[in-house]
């Protein structure tokens, strides 16, 4: 535990000015604590962190308002429903603030009935994996250096993380939300983990009660898309097929070995939307074009996007 909490400090440190600044502001206001991706990336030990994840216990919007004001960010987004709130700030960096809820799914897929319990110990439990769902709450002065820190981890978390494994909280997780098997499988690639056998039972059990008709299909192109942003999406989506995913979400999405082999000239591009749209792209052919406009339309693809999709089209044929 020394060394978890050694790799967590340093962290801090390296990135104090963003962390005091949020929580100097909040903390004379309401209980907050770093959370969520953020501390699992600080216990890993990942030296390039962009988003900023914190959880309050109160109105998120009225003070995280307030927050964008004082750090001149930009780029603001929030949710009164979810009570979150995000803008950037500092060249690229991701502030991302959430009210402490509880979630219940009353239709397995669909958005979840939300409630506000301004609790932190209890929001940790609607979330997705046990390695996203750990707490730091810092005491002191940030800035000089002069601070202790307090962990949350009601789930065994550290423990997974040290094991390297993906688990869910329980075993209806994907069922709630399909899209989490997309992100486990993200996270899998790109920090090195390994998907725990209860997220796979999850998983099938999603699949079992059908689940992942339930949800709309931007929101899973919303997750492809993250994962465009990773040099690991070739195997990303490869791994979403093996694991009959991409079959799950539609059944026009299972690839052949051609399909396979045009995918793999996205080892060949470094920006996110030339990697989705190739991506996309290969599900065109003269013979089947209906395939790629229910594709298309079922995942709402941008106008930016399905240009270049069109572009990799044109020189395939």
Aim: proline content about 3%; charged content about 35%; some cysteine.
């Amino acid at each position: 535990m020394e060394d978890i909490k050694k790799n967590i400090e340093l962290s801090v440190r390296r990135y104090s000015d963003v962390i005091s600044a949020v929580i100097k502001e909040i903390e004379r206001k309401m209980r907050i604590c770093l959370v969520g991706g953020t501390v699992r990336d600080f216990i890993l030990g990942e030296v390039d962190v962009c988003d900023f994840d914190f959880v309050v216990e109160g109105d998120v919007i009225s003070v995280g308002r307030e927050l964008f004001r004082k750090l001149r960010g930009k780029n603001l987004k929030y949710s009164e429903y979810f009570g979150t709130l995000s803008f950037e700030f500092q060249g690229g960096l991701r502030i991302d603030l959430a009210r402490a809820r509880k979630e219940i799914y009353p239709i397995p897929g669909k958005h979840p009935k939300v409630t506000f319990v301004d609790n932190i110990e209890q929001d940790l439990g609607r979330r997705d994996f046990t390695i996203n769902s750990i707490a730091v709450e810092i005491s002191g002065d940030i800035k000089k250096g002069d601070f202790s820190l307090k962990i949350i981890d009601p789930f065994g978390g550290i423990e997974d993380i040290l094991k390297r494994k993906i688990r869910v909280l329980h075993r209806n997780s994907i069922a709630d939300d399909p899209t989490r098997i997309l992100r486990a499988v993200r996270f899998s690639k790109k920090l090195n983990l390994e998907i725990a056998q209860e997220t796979i039972e999850s998983l099938e059990l999603a699949k079992k009660i059908g689940a992942f008709h339930n949800v709309q299909g931007d929101r899973f192109f919303s997750e492809l898309k993250l994962g465009a942003y990773d040099t690991s999406f070739f195997d990303f989506i490869l791994e979403l097929d093996r694991l009959s995913v991409l079959f799950s979400i539609r059944p026009e999405l299972p690839l052949s070995s051609d399909m396979k082999k045009k995918l793999e000239a996205v080892k060949n591009l470094d920006n996110a939307d030339d990697r989705i749209a190739l991506f996309i792209s290969i599900y065109y052919t003269r013979s089947f074009p209906d395939r790629f406009q229910k594709i298309v339309e079922y995942f709402k693809v941008s106008k930016k996007i399905l240009k270049s999709a069109y572009n990799f089209i044109e020189l395939e044929n």
